[in-house]
């Protein structure tokens, strides 16, 4: 919407000068212009900004914002209150000296999403605890590096809260803002004790706000604090300097900021920015109602309850759905606060593990941080660990305090053939790969890098191969991951790697890595590979090819290779875009196979001939026995290769169990199709019989999988057999 005409004949007496899209005047003394816009309660000012000279590229690189997909699954904010017992303006900069913290400048990086969550965590948690005039600073790097897909190239609010909400956001001297993609391991080393959580967050909107019902919805929710919002930003937002902003000139993107207040009589919100104080009313501006779709995204943080009457207990190590890999001392470590998140004295935590309940300390002197730091560890003995499922419950307690517990699922278990490393942020293509490995009878665990964070040492050196996917771009390579790598690797590891955009993220900062190890010399960034074709006489990919279908842009590479690689596919210019390593008669430590595109581009019975010759390139002359049966897989095996090579009660001829639900002797039977099972075996115990054999057996189970299955369900008066 264009600026009123009102405003640019004020512009026009002052200047002498009528610019057709937005007017220019000095920010830097409140003149005739500025006074009388005070005055009316409507129009703005354009002028010289920090961020008015910037180049178009650079202008863009300050936006970032983009929708957050689902919102309707997460909850809903609602309030009692009425809009009549509301304050008809309101600001909370202001109110007791402000709750809001100090504007900041997110530079050149498209990282506004960042700064508008963690800047709206901020002044809601210092409402909660009553700070005025906050210095609470809070890592947006943290963030940026962390817990976003695309880092400086932009990210979604929700991302923010969803961190705040499950892990906490550290300080700002853990993990300082530098406008960069740095990689996550950068941060503090015990950035797990220096977080603040949010309880939950609440969608206040998430449609256009352009009826007075909405407006009063946004109203009601400012009471409780200021809101993480998304709204469209046009040309002339960068010249901003005072007034009512009205949108006008060249759409440029999406941006987040903090919604800090309202005035209901002059109809406009009052916003904190990310331009630093250069820009704008010291970095805060004011926007009409119904203006540049705001509205697409408002979230509203909600801190904990701060009484200082009660515990909050978070887990540090293990954390949720864990995988430990033999029968190890298990270490588990966990943060205790007030909910205020504050250290309280007094606390006794316990963990129970397998009915075994053991003590944590805090007192520095039992593998916890240090003394008083609400910091508590202890260590669960290899022998009372079994494999299979685990439970941990954390229990703690203090005199005149409500206590607080959770509990962390995993497992014990025998390392799977492969590891695969998930590391496609919000995409989330898990499912092909697992429905590939599925079909071809692949056994692997999943690594998830967005919510289980950067994968460790320890659980690769476990792995017999590792198939590691970066989806449409890998944010970042940290230094724990490179090292992580490089151990595997050196120890004669097995790493087929695949995604698009991942070598202009590992290659232009670890050039090193990706030379040494993966063995790509150079490469050409975002080719858009249209197909791949296999190469003529390559064991991988001889007679294979297809058209490549992007679930997403494409930004596919093409490669040169090392000395001591070969290439396996090419695109249509007969430009390689994968390649192995070692080539063949070449002596080598360790294989890796790369893929310059994602695999998930492929068709899928491609894709899984493509893995089953890896696999067998892989493993061609060993005999991997992972759970020590005496059975496992490789072409150096004798017999059968293992069906199951993470659990040694599964292998090819072994005695079938007709009540573990498990393919014992390898056949591919289920217990209730096998016919080695009596018909009558109650495997599930839940008093009900199978009927293998599809007759009615008077009465017998038709589900026997299901314990809770035992009846005639379907009412057809045939015993629920089924039949």
């Not at 060249?250 to 250069?278: A, E, L, R």
């Not at 493993?619 to 993470?646: H, K, R, S, V, W």
Request: charged share 25%; net charge negative.
């Amino acid at each position: 919407m264009h600026r009123r005409i009102t405003l640019a004949l004020v512009i026009l007496a002052l200047s002498g000068l009528l610019l057709a899209s937005f007017a220019m005047a000095d920010p830097s003394a409140p003149g005739q212009a500025r006074d009388l816009l005070k005055n009316q309660g409507t129009g703005w000012l354009a002028g010289k900004t920090t961020l008015s000279d910037l180049t178009y590229e650079q202008k863009m690189a300050h936006l970032g914002w983009r929708p957050s997909p689902n919102l309707d699954q997460y909850p809903k904010f609602h309030s009692d209150k009425k809009i009549a017992d509301v304050p008809r303006h309101l600001d909370w900069s202001e109110i007791n000296g402000g709750y809001v913290t100090p504007v900041r400048d997110q530079a050149d990086c498209g990282s506004c999403y960042a700064f508008s969550g963690v800047g709206a965590v901020e002044a809601n948690w210092a409402i909660r605890l009553g700070l005025t005039n906050p210095q609470l600073d809070l890592s947006e790097q943290f963030i940026v590096s962390c817990y976003s897909i695309l880092g400086c190239d932009g990210g979604f609010m929700t991302d923010v809260l969803i961190t705040a909400r499950d892990v906490g956001i550290p300080d700002e001297n853990c993990f300082e803002y530098d406008a960069w993609d740095d990689a996550c391991g950068q941060r503090c080393g015990d950035w797990p004790t220096r977080t603040l959580n949010l309880e939950e967050f609440q969608v206040v909107l998430n449609d256009v706000a352009d009826t007075q019902e909405e407006y009063e919805q946004i109203i009601l929710a400012l009471q409780e604090g200021p809101l993480t919002v998304g709204f469209d930003v046009y040309e002339d937002f960068f010249n901003y300097t005072y007034g009512i902003w009205h949108d006008s000139g060249m759409y440029m993107g999406g941006h987040g900021v903090v919604m800090v207040g309202y005035d209901i009589d002059s109809k406009y919100w009052i916003c904190k920015n990310s331009w630093g104080y250069g820009w704008g009313e010291s970095g805060y501006f004011r926007i009409a109602w119904g203006e540049s779709n705001m509205g697409r995204e408002m979230l509203l943080p909600v801190p904990p309850a701060c009484t200082k009457q009660a515990l909050i207990a978070r887990p540090v190590t293990p954390g949720a759905e864990f995988v430990q890999y033999q029968l190890t001392d298990m270490p588990v470590t966990a943060r205790v606060t007030n909910d205020c998140g504050r250290g309280v004295a007094g606390v006794d935590v316990t963990a129970t593990y397998n009915g075994q309940t053991i003590l944590l300390y805090d007192d520095g002197a039992h593998g916890d941080v240090g003394a008083g730091d609400g910091v508590f560890h202890c260590t669960v003995p290899a022998a009372l660990l079994e494999y299979g499922p685990a439970t941990i419950l954390i229990e703690a307690t203090a005199d005149g305090m409500t206590g607080a517990e959770y509990t962390v699922n995993g497992q014990i278990k025998y390392p799977a053939d492969l590891l695969i490393i998930a590391d496609d942020g919000e995409y989330e293509g898990d499912a092909f790969y697992t429905g590939v490995l599925d079909q071809l009878g692949i056994d692997y665990d999943v690594w998830q890098v967005s919510t289980q964070g950067d994968y460790p040492n320890k659980l690769l050196a476990k792995a017999p191969a590792v198939l590691w996917f970066t989806g449409p771009s890998l944010g970042s390579f940290a230094d724990d991951e490179e090292t992580a790598m490089k151990a595997y690797l050196d120890g004669g590891g097995k790493l087929f790697i695949a995604g698009q955009d991942l070598l202009q993220n590992i290659y232009d900062t670890r050039t090193s890595f990706v030379r040494q190890y993966l063995k790509v010399a150079n490469y050409n960034n975002d080719m858009m590979t249209p197909s791949a074709k296999g190469i003529t006489g390559e064991p991988l990919t001889d007679n294979l090819g297809c058209q490549l279908t992007y679930p997403f842009t494409n930004y596919s590479d093409t490669i040169r290779t090392m000395e001591g690689a070969t290439a396996i596919w090419s695109d249509p210019k007969d430009r390689p875009i994968g390649l192995k390593y070692p080539a063949d008669g070449v002596e080598a430590t360790y294989q890796v196979v790369l893929n310059a595109f994602p695999l998930e581009a492929m068709k899928s019975d491609v894709a899984a001939e493509f893995l089953q010759r890896v696999w067998d390139w892989f493993f061609a002359d060993q005999c991997l026995d992972t759970d020590g049966d005496g059975y496992g897989i490789g072409g150096a095996c004798t017999g059968e290769p293992d069906c199951q090579n993470d659990d040694p009660a599964v292998y090819p001829g072994a005695l079938e169990i007709c009540d573990d639900g498990k393919d014992n002797n390898c056949d591919g039977l289920t217990d209730s199709e096998d016919p080695i099972c009596p018909d009558d075996t109650d495997d599930d115990n839940d008093s009900g019989g199978d009927d293998d054999s599809g007759d009615d057996d008077n009465g017998s189970d038709d589900d026997d999988a299901a314990p809770a299955d035992s009846d005639d369900d379907d009412d057809d008066n045939d015993g629920g057999c089924g039949c």
